[in-house]
């Protein structure tokens, strides 16, 4: 029984590890679903005023998706390596395929929060109702037999999204509501419809134009994670035991404790790594081989002596992007 459980745990955790951006970007949308339902019970409140309406409806959908956006594109990391890229190389390696893969790559990411803060925000639908309502047509408006009255008709529109109008205007109120929350939500449907097809067409365009086998592609990705991840902590201990021993240097002693004393003891640094190094392993990577054996990463290619960043004339390049 413990031998199933661990084996269905370890299956469990590698299909989570090879679905990491799927589950990412879907905690992402959680989290912006949340944020919408806060920002829409705390800070949203229609002016309901003529003019001022269509601009806080509008600003309350655009400017957060805006915002979400830019987030979006400062923490995905293929932004900072496409800045080191045109920074140390000028991008002259890059064919308009690859830049325009990594583009719709960085961009494609970023939009996950923006797109679902527009989508809530239209099936909701208070924004779309709190800036239209002064243009819907009064002529169009019958309750009871009874025609919108004419007089001051944007202005009394405009201040239907706060129900502060009288008893009488009550069903008018309610058709104008219904009539906008019904375009917003259909507005929000097609949108869903659209991000769907654009979805599921660039996951097949770029499994068709991948030169690798999907059982190699989820190796590069398995790889790409681990060397990531080693990196990362390796780093981490790099950069702690040289401070320990720039302050020992410093200071003739320095203090650690004992996690500290075991990280010193046991990995020794002797110097830092030179700037054409950091250079050699930063920036756009494609899919390469060397003589027909695959090179999965900067690093990778760092670590098997192959300087520069061109492909031999017996090499192959790829352009295939990390996804």
């Not at 190389?89 to 939009?111: D, E, H, Q, V, Y």
């Not at 097609?190 to 991000?195: A, F, Q, S, Y």
């Not at 398995?222 to 020992?248: C, G, I, K, M, P």
């Amino acid at each position: 029984m413990a031998a199933l459980i661990a084996e269905n745990f370890r299956f469990l955790s590698l299909f989570f590890k090879s679905k990491d951006v799927m589950i990412f970007n879907g905690l992402v949308a959680l989290g912006t679903v949340g944020s919408q339902e806060l920002f829409s019970v705390v800070a949203f409140h229609c002016p309901c005023s003529p003019a001022r309406n269509y601009l806080y409806g509008l600003a309350a959908i655009g400017v957060p998706a805006l915002v979400l956006f830019i987030i979006g594109v400062i923490l995905n990391n293929h932004t900072w390596n496409l800045v080191a890229e045109c920074q140390h190389r000028r991008t002259k390696n890059c064919s308009a395929a690859p830049t325009f893969l990594l583009l719709s790559s960085i961009l494609g990411r970023a939009a996950v929060a923006p797109v679902t803060w527009s989508v809530i925000s239209l099936l909701r639908g208070e924004a779309y109702v709190c800036a239209l309502s002064e243009f819907v047509d009064p002529s169009s408006l019958t309750a009871r037999e009874e025609h919108f009255p004419s007089a001051h008709a944007t202005e009394i529109l405009a201040r239907f999204p706060c129900k502060e109008n009288p008893d009488n205007l009550s069903d008018f109120r309610e058709e104008v509501s219904r009539r906008l929350r019904y375009e917003s939500q259909l507005f929000g449907w097609l949108l869903i419809g659209v991000v769907a097809i654009l979805v599921f067409l660039t996951k097949c365009l770029k499994h068709y134009c991948s030169p690798l086998s999907y059982r190699q592609e989820a190796y590069w990705a398995q790889y790409r994670a681990n060397e990531d991840q080693l990196f990362q902590r390796t780093a981490e201990v790099h950069s702690r035991v040289l401070a320990a021993n720039n302050v020992r240097r410093f200071f003739g002693f320095v203090a650690l404790n004992k996690d500290d004393e075991e990280l010193v003891a046991n990995f020794p640094v002797e110097g830092t790594q030179p700037r054409p190094q950091w250079n050699a392993i930063t920036g756009v990577y494609l899919y390469r081989e060397n003589q027909g054996l695959p090179l999965y990463s900067r690093l990778h290619k760092w670590a098997q002596g192959l300087a520069g960043n061109g492909a031999a004339p017996d090499n192959v390049e790829m352009a295939l992007l990390a996804s």
